[in-house]
């Protein structure tokens, strides 16, 4: 049943997202930066995305603290895997578009940095759940540091409102910029789709942990025999 | 209105504008078309990624489970 639901949830995220793929296509092109802007559509639906993950991953992590509950370890893992995915799809694209419109693939900007930063904070954790063997102290250690890998998401977020970058301004849930209507529902839809391909993202790897976990205590039984 | 305002614009531009323009847009499609591909392999190769990380779990528990058959019978 499980299973079903995965493959219907996973179906309808990629049917989302090739319809949206033909919309963007479809839509004009922006006065100034020309088709390049439209780059906006997977940029900022991934990085929302990765944000999510994150605050996620924070919840999860709390969660193991204070239950020690493995359930909880497995969904931050699992979540914080899949946000990566999302953060480098982000850092990517915004790096193509910054070669169009800035001439050069990279800055060390405060937005562009802190979210380099982020990425290789959590890359950091589930490099540290690699090196520690026993169960429970890779469960705390990781735990205390996707909390302290979480500080550094408002600054990424802020960013562009607490720093003068190079970074556009924000345009979403701000004064200074405007979205038509008719894009920010195909942005939105966007969001829909990728939102709906980490869940299964996040399922399959939730059930990997289980899997291995299993793996785990039939070791432990073929070594007590 | 606006039409004619490009129309204007096109006939007051020189060939070589107009060369430059077009080229100016064709980059533009390229470099969308390689943002929105880098995008999707990326997250296509995360897909694979986890159905091979699937698919040796699911041999792994499959060995164990036959070892452990296997010492229980002797």
């Known amino acids: ?225 | 209105m606006h039409l004619l305002a490009q129309t204007l614009l096109v006939a007051q531009a020189s060939p070589e504008d107009i060369v430059q323009e077009l080229a100016r847009l064709q980059r533009n499609f390229h470099f969308l078309s390689y943002g929105f591909a880098a995008a999707w392999i990326i997250l296509t190769l995360y897909v694979l990624m986890l159905v091979g990380r699937e698919r040796k779990l699911k041999r792994q528990i499959t060995n164990l489970k036959a070892m452990l058959e296997e010492r229980q019978k002797k």
Request: hydrophobic fraction near 60%; charged fraction near 15%; glycine fraction near 4%.
């Open chain 1, 1 to 225: 049943m499980r299973d079903k639901i995965l493959y219907v949830l996973g179906a309808l995220a990629v049917l989302v997202l090739a319809r949206n793929l033909y919309v963007i296509a479809g839509l004009p092109q922006e006065a100034a930066q020309g088709a390049i802007f439209k780059i906006i559509f997977f940029h900022v639906p991934a990085a929302w995305t990765a944000i999510v993950a994150a605050i996620t991953a924070l919840t999860m992590s709390v969660q193991f603290l204070r239950t020690k509950d493995f359930k909880y370890d497995a969904a931050a893992v699992a979540v914080t895997e899949v946000g990566l995915a999302f953060l480098a799809a982000n850092l990517v694209t915004g790096s193509i578009w910054a070669r169009v419109i800035w001439g050069i693939w990279w800055t060390w900007d405060v937005r562009l940095t802190s979210a380099l930063v982020c990425w290789l904070l959590y890359a950091g954790y589930l490099m540290l759940r690699h090196a520690i063997e026993e169960p429970t102290q890779r469960a705390t250690f990781a735990a205390v540091f996707s909390i302290l890998a979480f500080l550094d998401v408002p600054i990424v977020y802020f960013s562009i409102r607490w720093f003068r970058t190079q970074h556009p301004a924000p345009v979403f849930l701000s004064s200074n910029g405007s979205f038509p209507a008719d894009w920010t529902r195909v942005l939105l839809s966007n969001w829909l789709g990728l939102l709906l391909l980490a869940i299964v993202m996040t399922a399959i790897r939730l059930r990997q942990e289980e899997s291995q976990r299993e793996i785990d205590s039939l070791r432990r039984a073929a070594h007590a025999m």
